[in-house]
């Protein structure tokens, strides 16, 4: 299991849409996330930068690079489009973070 972290950037004002879509994740999407062998996935929010911290587990993280072929990936990311910096693609600008400490 490898734990991961990321950073992602919201457009101003767009907080409130993306908690809201969050709660009414489709149950499909995270399926496919557990199916891919993602497991313990937070997303938290950093009020001064508008910036959203993801962490997540992995079992496999080289399946996480087959996820952007999913269609229902795809679709997740162009509905999310509208609220965060994104890529051409539709999926979003993420900043992978470097593991500096963990307690467990």
């Not at 910096?85 to 973070?97: A, G, I, M, R």
């Amino acid at each position: 299991m490898k734990r991961i972290a990321f950073k992602m950037q919201l457009f101003n004002g767009t907080e409130t849409e993306y908690i809201k879509r969050h709660r009414e994740i489709w149950p499909q999407l995270t399926q496919l996330l557990k199916d891919y062998g993602v497991s313990d996935y937070s997303l938290f929010f950093d009020e001064t930068s508008h910036s959203i911290i993801g962490v997540l587990t992995s079992s496999d993280p080289s399946k996480l690079d087959l996820l952007p072929q999913e269609p229902l990936m795809k679709k997740w990311w162009v509905y999310m489009a509208d609220l965060m910096e994104t890529n051409e693609d539709h999926s979003p600008v993420q900043l992978h973070l470097k593991e500096v400490f963990y307690m467990h």
